[in-house]
């Protein structure tokens, strides 16, 4: 399997293609990767080096993709944060290109927007290029809860609520909806669940909580989730299987105390997961 992965780059530690890429990887899929950034780390530790690329540098790579003629062996397009609506165009062209010449390639979007306690944390305009051009494009979106919120036009209180609003994005487009972080007022408090729908079906795995706050899980789940998927057609095996590699990988990050999630050292998380948690239809 060949996925293209245009997300951004870190010199040091684990976010967006550095954090997707080599789980793929592990898990034997060639992943083509563009980046959209180059920093020497993620903009967490609050001072970096480096620079933002443009959305006509991801044209060329992808024509240069179009002229090595490998864009028909493509089967599927990934994105994460994008750093302005300049790249997500250049994102949805990749992915038209990629479509004119695999029909059966998919595209999987993780609307990176913001989160709880957070809120918005990308450029102005984002939120609504997320909402109105790339989530309708998208067959696979990877939202957390407020992302589902911002996206839904809808608050997510409870699980039922969540089916809603995932409900409400089927409609627009997506086919599969990953929805991660989900905390709701049915949570317990020592636990945090995943709901995935593939439109016939809703499925939960709730894992314990672990208190770690750190970058990059969401682009390693994302990855995972759309990459199990494309493989088995099953939301709710890529779901049981995407959940229980990022558990263990953030259980052994949070073992270590460290402050960049643990992608190298703890991979056969990815191959073999130590821990596998009940899918429970919902």
Request: hydrophobic content about 45%.
């Amino acid at each position: 399997m060949n996925i293209l992965s245009i997300q951004s780059w870190v010199t040091y530690g684990h976010v967006g293609n550095a954090s997707a890429v080599f789980p793929m990887q592990r898990l034997g899929c060639e992943v083509w990767a563009i980046h959209t950034v180059q920093f020497s780390n993620h903009t967490g530790y609050g001072a970096w080096k480096g620079r933002v690329y443009d959305g006509t540098m991801v044209d060329e790579l992808v024509e240069g993709l179009a002229e090595r003629g490998v864009l028909p062996l493509c089967d599927g397009v990934i994105s994460g944060y994008m750093g302005s609506s300049d790249i997500g165009n250049a994102i949805l062209a990749a992915v038209d290109k990629v479509r004119s010449a695999n029909p059966a390639a998919t595209y999987c979007c993780d609307p990176v927007i913001g989160d709880i306690g957070r809120g918005v944390f990308v450029r102005p305009g984002i939120p609504e290029f997320m909402r109105d051009q790339a989530v309708p494009a998208a067959d696979v979106i990877t939202p957390n809860r407020f992302e589902l919120e911002y996206l839904a036009g809808r608050e997510v209180r409870r699980l039922a609520d969540a089916k809603a609003a995932v409900t409400a994005l089927h409609a627009v487009g997506p086919k599969v909806v990953l929805v991660t972080s989900l905390d709701t007022d049915d949570t317990p408090d020592d636990a945090i669940d995943l709901l995935a729908s593939d439109g016939n079906g809703f499925y939960r795995v709730r894992t314990p909580r672990l208190g770690l706050d750190i970058n990059g899980a969401g682009d390693a789940i994302a990855a995972l989730f759309n990459l199990h998927w494309k493989r088995s057609g099953s939301a709710a095996e890529a779901l049981d299987l995407a959940s229980a590699s990022i558990y263990g990988l953030l259980k052994r990050t949070a073992e270590a105390g460290s402050r960049e999630i643990l992608t190298v050292a703890a991979q056969d998380e990815f191959v073999t997961p130590s821990r596998r948690f009940e899918v429970v239809a919902v």
